[in-house]
């Protein structure tokens, strides 16, 4: 890589390696608050950890056995913040927690729901009640044998869409976002970054300067201190692997639950993609390649036994339809158990010939706008300080709406009648008030160009392509939306080839 020191206006003032929910989410505060920002994502954005979450939007009740106060009570508070600014990808779900002899006694799930209930913000979402299991109708896919069960309020969010929202309103805010470009050095000269980039498609190297980096690489975040930072002391993080499976829809209603295991661990079953139901997590020490993780046949087993334990229905590994797994970057606090480790973030800032640098370690999906919140003052500190916070009230692109997602699909309707019902769910709750940017002044379906199945249209990929950073059809089925799993998997290559079309002819006109 070769390249003069250069002109001042051509250093931006942040630099952020890595395109999750943390890079996404800090980018798009330092943009809004007038720093300039170039974010720089190796493979797609969301294509690492933030795809492969539960996506629940929580406090987490299990974290309180572990003491976990402060991480608890400030997810709690993000909860109704995040729901607000994103109804579209955001919503409000009940959990069924059924008590189970020889676990945990019910006098201390009471206390805990009621610490959960009251340690803060919550001012919408619906109080913890008993519920008897015998007669609720989420007791009916339960073996017979649990009476008592609690219910209580978390949300859940599409997190993969939370990712490109955040990418796509700090571009909107002037920030540079690119993907499929990997950062493969980082030096300090005299107090300014250079950064050596690496095209994944092209191979094409070229470099950027920045006054400030970022480091939320999460799993990866130790790989770019040893490698492109070489950096004295990388090893900070903890990989620990999570599991999920899918299977076809178990149980009618809309309540999810959370089981205790005989093992001290929880899991959740929750109704998914409207024909699913989604199994997880497991949690065990990863030490392979972050990218590469995938569930083994153990996990699969023991998610099927786990959920086996309570509902009716047995489950098998032949119920899978489909399976993920992500690698959580938790700060290694030396915990025994990898569920012990902690789950709160500790940003690292230091500063190397002069230059500042902020590493990220752990962190949810939940708390990520105020993670971005912490690094901003840090930032502030690193490099002087610009505007002051502004998310908690400002939504994410298309959640500018009032209601639910369905009452924005029945507005979409009624301005577009010849939408079906499930495709103008879908995009309200993908795309919000930006659905209209889809589909534009279309009056039939066919205006909508060719459907490569479960209603994937041509508007759609071009604003995927134009507006999200699409480029393959895993990309489309997996993250921008999960139709992978309704039956448009099997259009993957026509997919390919259209983006590739597309995308062709858009780098030729540019
Ligand atoms: P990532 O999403 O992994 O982003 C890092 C990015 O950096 C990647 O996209 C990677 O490609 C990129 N990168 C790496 N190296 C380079 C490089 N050299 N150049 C350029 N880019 C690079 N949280 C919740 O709040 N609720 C939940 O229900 C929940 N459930 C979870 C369940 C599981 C099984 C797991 C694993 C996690 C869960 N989490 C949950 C936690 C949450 O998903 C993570 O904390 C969060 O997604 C981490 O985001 P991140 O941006 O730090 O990392």
């Not at 929580?58 to 106060?69: I, N």
């Not at 999570?242 to 089981?259: A, E, N």
């Not at 199994?279 to 990863?286: A, P």
Request: proline letters at 4%.
């Amino acid at each position: 890589m070769t390249g003069d020191a250069p002109a001042g206006r051509d250093i931006t003032d942040i630099f952020v390696i890595g395109g999750g929910v943390n890079g996404c989410g800090i980018a798009r505060d330092a943009a809004g608050r007038g720093y300039t920002v170039r974010l720089a994502e190796m493979n797609d954005l969301a294509s690492g950890t933030s795809s492969r979450a539960t996506k629940l939007i929580h406090g987490g009740l299990r974290y309180l056995e572990y003491y976990e106060f402060r991480l608890v009570r400030e997810a709690l508070s993000e909860r109704e913040i995040v729901w607000r600014n994103a109804p579209h990808i955001v919503h409000p779900l009940r959990f069924v927690l059924p008590y189970a002899k020889g676990l945990r006694p019910a006098w201390m799930l009471r206390t805990g729901l009621f610490i959960y209930d009251h340690l803060g913000g919550r001012e919408k979402l619906p109080a913890t009640r008993t519920i008897d299991l015998r007669s609720a109708p989420a007791g009916k896919p339960l073996k017979p044998g649990f009476s008592t069960g609690f219910e209580y309020s978390d949300c859940w969010v599409d997190d993969a869409r939370l990712v490109v929202l955040n990418a796509r309103d700090a571009a909107d805010r002037g920030a540079i976002v690119e993907t499929r470009r990997e950062v493969v050095s980082v030096r300090a000269t005299d107090g300014v970054w250079r950064i050596g980039m690496r095209d994944a498609e092209t191979g094409r190297e070229e470099e950027a300067f920045a006054r400030l980096v970022v480091n939320a690489a999460g799993p990866w975040v130790d790989r770019i201190m040893e490698g492109p930072l070489a950096h004295r002391e990388p090893h900070h993080v903890r990989l620990v692997q999570g599991s999920h499976i899918v299977v076809r829809k178990l149980y009618d209603h809309d309540r999810c639950y959370i089981f205790q295991n005989a093992d001290n661990r929880i899991i959740f079953a929750i109704p998914y993609e409207q024909d699913f139901t989604l199994i997880g997590t497991t949690d065990r020490d990863y030490a392979g390649d972050p990218g590469a993780v995938a569930i083994t046949d153990e996990e699969t087993r023991y998610l099927c036994a786990a959920a086996s334990e309570y509902f009716t229905r047995e489950i098998g590994p032949a119920d899978v339809v489909w399976a993920y797994s992500g690698v959580r970057p938790l700060y290694d606090d030396h915990a025994t158990a990898a569920q012990e480790a902690t789950r709160d973030y500790v940003i690292e800032d230091e500063k190397i010939d002069g230059a500042p640098l902020l590493n990220i370690f752990g962190g949810k999906i939940t708390t990520y706008r105020r993670l971005a919140e912490a690094m901003l003052e840090k930032i502030g500190a690193g490099i002087g300080a610009r505007g002051a916070p502004w998310t908690e009230d400002a939504p994410l692109p298309g959640g500018d709406f009032s209601g639910s997602a369905e009452d924005f699909a029945n507005r979409l309707r009624a301005e577009k009648p010849f939408l079906p019902e499930a495709l103008a769910l879908r995009l309200a709750r993908s795309y919000g008030t930006l659905a209209r940017e889809i589909l534009g002044d279309a009056k039939s379906m066919s205006e909508l160009g060719r459907d490569f199945g479960a209603g994937l249209t041509e508007a759609e990929l071009d604003y995927l392509v134009a507006r999200e950073w699409a480029r393959t059809a895993e990309d489309v089925l997996w993250r921008r939306t999960k139709l992978g799993l309704h039956g448009a998997a099997s259009s993957a290559e026509a997919i390919d080839a259209y983006l590739k079309n597309k995308i062709k002819v858009g780098t030729e006109t540019a």
